[in-house]
């Protein structure tokens, strides 16, 4: 059985950091693509970066040059360090992960970050 659990979100002021973790059991983080989801209050969950199991990252504009998306393969932890946060960064992060060979796709129960302006 898949599981992600999140950690690391909280209050942080504008220009602050936050490191978030993302635990995966029950499969092999170097065989899925991880990644990382927002969702604001009253919007669409986005996406904000993602890794493949080839190690090819992803980002969205808003957060490139800002955020970045790592994989810790012995630890089978993904993390999202976010730098230089901002107000609109605010909302709950979910991770993901799809195995390579699978349909099947795993989310978090979300972690909130909140950025006080």
């Known amino acids: 059985q898949v599981q992600l659990v999140e950690s690391g979100g909280g209050l942080v002021q504008t220009g602050g950091s936050l490191r978030l973790s993302c635990a995966l059991s029950?499969?092999?983080?170097?065989?899925?693509?991880m990644g990382w989801y927002r969702q604001a209050p009253g919007k669409q969950r986005e996406m904000v970066a993602t890794i493949s199991s080839g190690g090819t990252t992803n980002y969205a504009d808003s957060g490139k040059g800002r955020f970045t998306i790592s994989r810790d393969n012995p630890k089978n932890t993904v993390y999202l360090q976010m730098n230089s946060l901002k107000p609109e960064d605010t909302g709950v992060y979910y991770c993901?992960?799809?195995?390579?060979?699978?349909?099947?796709?795993?989310w978090g129960q979300g972690t909130q970050v909140t950025v006080s302006s």
């Open positions: 993901y992960s799809k195995p390579r060979y699978s349909v099947s796709s795993y």
């Open positions: 029950g499969s092999i983080i170097s065989l899925n693509t």
